[in-house]
């Protein structure tokens, strides 16, 4: 096991306060959902966590749905500690469904991948609307992935460019290097398999949008990830760019985006046509 990948990758270690955060965000999106026009628990597959909590504006300024996805290593957390993400684009008319998956090691990243990708494709069926993918961590992975994926070949019917743009939050685009951490008990990543569900290799949206924001104060290696896959889908015709969140951890890097004038929320309703 690499002791430095390690180090650079197990963000709980690396920030001790993490549960006092996590449980903030809990509070928060339980205020939130008091509040909120919303239809919890939709669900688009058939396990119990294939579904979606919809939070709604009281007037729909945007072209697009936000499909926001949440991290915590594939293996951790659900959408009621994230509904509070969608308080600030509400509030600028922009609909966000916060979606919940299934969880490492019950299955695979793959897996995931694929559930999220039903995911978006059941907000199109319904609404008709493309899809903002805005993602945390692993739900950056997902969210690049998603705006990678090929979805004539998830279904005939569906459009080329169902989601239209990714905004990666401190996002995983390279798995690789999680093959020699801790963190790969509960994955169980094989070095094909990581390269496999890693959208840095995927062939790249051309014409689409990317963001890779991330907080300032986070490993290098999370700094080098959001670089790289700027960098290389930046080569391959993708819109892509690239910041730091001055002083941010990979937890406080979210603290901003339920706040309807900060820059991060304005930028995803942006993306949105709001």
């Not at 609404?127 to 997902?142: D, M, N, R």
């Not at 094989?190 to 963001?211: K, Q, R």
């Amino acid at each position: 096991m690499s002791q430095d990948y390690e180090t650079q990758y197990n963000n709980r270690a690396r920030v001790p306060e993490h549960p006092a955060l996590i449980a903030g965000w809990a509070a928060d999106a339980a205020t939130y959902r008091s509040e909120a026009v919303s239809e919890l628990g939709v669900g688009y597959g058939e396990s119990p966590r294939q579904y979606y909590d919809l939070f709604k504006p009281e007037t729909v300024n945007s072209r697009a749905i936000v499909l926001f996805i949440h991290g915590g290593y594939w293996q951790a957390l659900d959408p009621s500690y994230f509904s509070h993400m969608a308080r600030g684009l509400n509030r600028l008319g922009v609909p966000v469904a916060v979606a919940g998956y299934d969880l490492c090691p019950q299955v695979e990243i793959g897996h995931i991948v694929w559930e999220m990708q039903q995911a978006a494709a059941a907000l199109w069926r319904r609404f008709g609307l493309p899809v903002v993918a805005a993602g945390h961590s692993a739900g950056g992975q997902l969210s690049a992935c998603l705006l990678a994926t090929d979805w004539k070949n998830v279904d005939p019917e569906l459009p080329e460019h169902l989601v239209h743009a990714a905004y990666g939050i401190s996002g995983l685009y390279n798995l690789k290097p999680l093959t020699e951490t801790s963190l790969n008990k509960a994955l169980g990543l094989t070095m094909e398999a990581a390269e496999l569900e890693s959208p840095l290799f995927w062939p790249a949206p051309a014409g689409l949008v990317m963001d890779a924001v991330v907080g300032g104060a986070e490993s290098e290696e999370y700094l080098k990830q959001s670089r790289r896959i700027t960098d290389v889908w930046g080569l391959g015709g993708v819109r892509t760019r690239y910041e730091e969140i001055e002083g941010a951890n990979h937890f406080t890097v979210l603290a901003t985006l339920p706040d309807p004038d900060s820059a991060m929320c304005r930028r995803i309703a942006a993306l949105a046509g709001a």
